[in-house]
Structures are given as C-alpha cells and as structure tokens.
C-alpha cells in the first residue's frame, strides 16, 4: 500500500471502518512526516500531537466497539487549521505578539464542527499577521517556505496551510479568505483551495480581520477533498447574524469531464492584461483550450470595473481591520504592556503588540473613516464597490462561471516584496473581485509550469452556486490532472 500520508480526505472514513488502517495509524503518519519536514518549511505554529492522537484513539475505540462511523462525515481525517481560528485549549496567535500566549476558552463554530465530523486536528498553522499579507512573511513568529521551492513564498495569508496540504502533513485544511488568503496560496502550491459565497460558513471564532468580506475556507489536494471539508463546516449559526440558513447540498462529482459540455465560461479580458507571467498566461490558456475541447463555449466579457479593487479593497479591508482591531488594548485580550496611566498602557501595549503591515493598515484605515475624509473615501471605495458587484451580476446573466488566473504570478522569492508594499498587493489583483462580490470561487491548479512553480486557475460562480462550481471544478481537474506532491 502506498504511505498512508498519500490517503484522501474522502476515502478515509470508509477505509477506516473497513479495518484497513487505524485512524492512529494514520494520525501517527502525518505527525511523523510534519516532525521530519516541516522544520524546514515552517507550515505550523503549533503541532498538537496529544490532542490529535486522543482524537483518532476515540474514533479508533468506536470501531473497536462495532459501532458505525457513517454519522462522522471527517471519521480520522487529519486537519489543519489557521491560526486565526479559535481552538479551545489550544494556542491561537494570529502569528501577532498580541496574542502570543493567548488560549481561548471556546472553540470557533467551524472547529467545533470538524470535531464533531470525527476530525482529527494536527496543528495551528502560520499565517500573515492577523492575515494581513499575500506571503505569509508578516507572521510575528518566521516565514513558511513554499514546499516546491523553500526559496519561494507559499504565498498568503493563509501559507501554512496551504504548505501544510501541500507538503503532505494533513489531508486538508482550513484558512480564511478576505481577499485571496486560501485561493492565492493554493495556486502557488498546488493545492485546491475553495472560498464559498460571504455568508455560507459560520465566522464565530474567527479573529475578525474585515467583516464584510471575511469567509471561512477550505484548502484540499483534489476538488473532492476540499467540498467534503466545505461540507462539514457551512451551514447556518446564530452566532454569526451573517450566516445565511439555507440547506447545505452535496455536489455531484459522477459525471466528471461530461459535465463540461454546454457549460459557458466567461473569460473577462481585464484579467488577462499586462503583469501575468508567462506560466501563469500559458497554464490558464492551455486550460481554457482544453475546455473549449471538451465542448464548453468561451465568452469574451468585459467586467470594466475590475482594475479599481485594489484600490477599492486596500480602503475598505484596512477601515474594517482598524475598527476591529481597536479591541487589542491590553485591557481584555492578549499581550498588556504596563505604563503609568491607561493612555500609556494603550499606546505602549499597541505599540509592542502589532507588527508594521498591521499598524500601517490601522492607520490608513483610521484615516479613512476619519471626519472630513470618510465620504470622500470610505464612502466613495464603497461605491465603487457596488460597481464591481454588478460587474459579476452583469456577467452572470450570460454565462455560468467565469474563468481567470488566481495569481498573475507563481510563487515569488522570499523577501521579493517585502520592501514595497504595492508590489505585495498586486499578488491580489485577481482574487479581490470575487471577495468585493461576495460571490464563491475556487482555485484549481493547471499543472506546473516552465519554472516547475504550480499554476492556478481561479473559477467565479453566482452567489450560493456551490454546488454547481465545485461540479465544474471536480471537471475542470479531471479534465487537466493533478500536480501531485512536490
Ligand atoms: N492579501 C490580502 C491582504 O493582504 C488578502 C488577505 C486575506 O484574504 N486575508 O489583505
């Protein structure tokens, strides 16, 4: 049998009732692969070894009991998840300073979920400070190294995990994506990586970065893996008043590569302009060709508002970052730095607490909501805003998903951008758009270019057509293969 570490997500379940392998077994392997490796990638800020062994002992006792495992949709599959989301017992840093030490009391809705799927959790993973970043480099604690090439960025915020799904040191994981976190990382590591649409998928428990565009997201190595994950955790939570309740359905995978047939895909030429590299160009080319073969129609659209949403994104996200980070205060969460009077333990706690992405993106966000500035800003970026949604609705209405790159670049060199922060927001240029709408999307690798980096392509549905986009997506990958491990 090949090395349990290769199992998918999807299958282990029924392997495990089957009595081919135990879920320790299988716990055991990831743990030992994550102890020999991840040293030199840095994918996890924590490894909970016991607590992730304990788990996989009680699904293991269950089929020692007879007892049937059909009621935990994750029975024994190992899962990663950011550290941005509550994990009861567990450290959760935000890779800030600020919460360094910090244990929270309560699991997160989505975490509270996994363990109640049967999943086993490996670790917290590494992430750009309070998921401020496109490279993971802004973590407080180290960089993660992109496992195809450790010179390289996973990209970000979310990096750890996609490192972690990638390098093969858990079957799948989550991430949030505000602006590209889980879609942009998945692209430069290979990996699948799915946002649902704003709403979908409970944020209670998840450190708050821009509440209007925050979603809980899902990393897999196959389409499979990463809609089972998707399935575990959506669906309504009071707890989140954003949460939509609509009955979460299960895509469906039978008709792979046929399903494509018929299907209209729009390709935005705004997408395709100056900045992509050749990889990038010629891995989505290559992929929209083999749609067009397999009997899809491509529909050049123009969404004429799409070069405004850096512009749009990089107001709105850091005003929201900024009112919500305001409760760091070392009052009631986190890192306290003493001084004389209140005033001075604010500024002192703030001022040791936050790394240099997260307070410039308070202060621009402050200035931005400022008296005098905010309608002219604040107010103006959200109406630019509403043009880039109808940009979606416009399209919608011709075809039925829409088809960019996820990056204009592969991975890029550490330390490549760290010094100009325009550089490092341009890694968002195609992902911001769906964030903006609302609407879900996915990334799907195209397979490995020139440079031997992997290619994503990013798929765009309307609101609440999960289903139907995975099914595309599960075509899609059927269609091109997979990249495989690095
Ligand atoms: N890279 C974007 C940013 O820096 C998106 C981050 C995210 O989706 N969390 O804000």
């Given at each position: ?12 379940p029924?392997?495990i009732a ?41 699904i ?36 800030s300073k ?86 942009q ?72 590569v ?54 749009t994104?990089y ?47 308070i ?104 289903v ?19």
């Amino acid at each position: 049998m090949a090395a349990l570490t290769s199992v998918e997500a999807v299958t282990t379940p029924r392997r495990i009732a089957a009595g081919e392998f135990t879920a320790t077994a299988l716990c055991r392997a990831f743990l030992d692969r994550t102890a020999a490796n991840d040293p030199g990638i840095g994918a996890f800020l924590t490894v909970d070894a016991e607590g992730a062994l304990a788990a996989a002992a009680s699904i293991d006792a269950r089929v020692a009991r007879g007892e049937s495992l059909d009621a935990l949709p994750l029975a024994g599959v190992v899962v990663a998840v950011k550290d941005n989301l509550a994990t009861r017992g567990l450290r959760t840093t935000c890779a800030s300073k600020m919460l360094a030490d910090y244990i929270p009391p309560y699991d997160a809705h989505v975490v509270g979920r996994l363990r109640a799927a049967g999943a086993v959790i490996i670790g917290k993973t590494n992430l750009d400070e309070f998921a401020m970043g496109s490279s993971t480099e802004n973590s407080a604690f180290f960089s993660t190294c992109n496992p195809w090439d450790r010179t390289r960025t996973p990209g970000g915020s979310s990096g750890g995990s996609a490192a972690a799904v990638a390098a093969r040191f858990c079957q799948v994981a989550l991430g949030s994506d505000t602006g590209g976190s889980v879609r942009q990382p998945a692209a430069l590591t290979g990996v699948v990586g799915f946002k649902p649409t704003y709403g979908r998928v409970s944020r209670y428990g998840l450190v708050a970065f821009a509440s209007s565009l925050d979603v809980v997201a899902q990393f897999g190595a196959t389409v499979a893996d990463a809609a089972l994950l998707f399935e575990a955790v959506a669906g309504a939570d009071p707890r989140d008043a954003t949460c939509v309740e609509r009955p979460v359905e299960r895509p469906d995978f039978t008709r792979g590569v046929a399903g494509l047939r018929g299907l209209r895909v729009g390709i935005p030429r705004e997408y395709f302009r100056d900045g992509l590299d050749a990889d990038v160009r010629e891995g989505v080319r290559a992929a929209l060709d083999a749609l067009a073969r397999e009997g899809a129609s491509l529909v050049d659209l123009s969404m004429p508002h799409t070069a405004a949403a850096i512009a749009t994104y990089y107001v709105l996200a850091p005003a929201e970052a900024s009112s919500n980070l305001a409760r760091f205060d070392g009052v009631r969460f986190g890192r306290r730095v003493e001084a004389a009077e209140l005033l001075g333990m604010y500024g002192a706690t703030r001022e040791r607490g936050f790394g240099a992405e997260v307070k410039q993106r308070i202060l621009l966000g402050t200035f931005a909501l400022s008296a005098g500035y905010s309608d002219a800003i604040y107010g103006k970026a959200q109406r630019v805003r509403t043009l880039i949604a109808r940009d979606f609705t416009e399209a919608f209405a011709q075809v039925d998903v829409i088809a960019t790159p996820t990056s204009p670049t592969v991975a890029f060199k550490l330390g490549a951008r760290t010094t100009d922060p325009l550089a490092m927001y341009l890694a968002d240029a195609c992902t911001l758009p769906p964030s903006l709408a609302g609407v879900p999307a996915i990334s799907v690798p195209t397979g490995l270019g020139r440079s031997g980096l992997p290619v994503g392509i990013q798929l765009v549905g309307p609101v609440f057509s999960e289903v139907r986009l995975l099914a595309v997506a599960h075509g899609v990958e059927s269609l091109l293969g997979r990249v495989g491990a690095p």
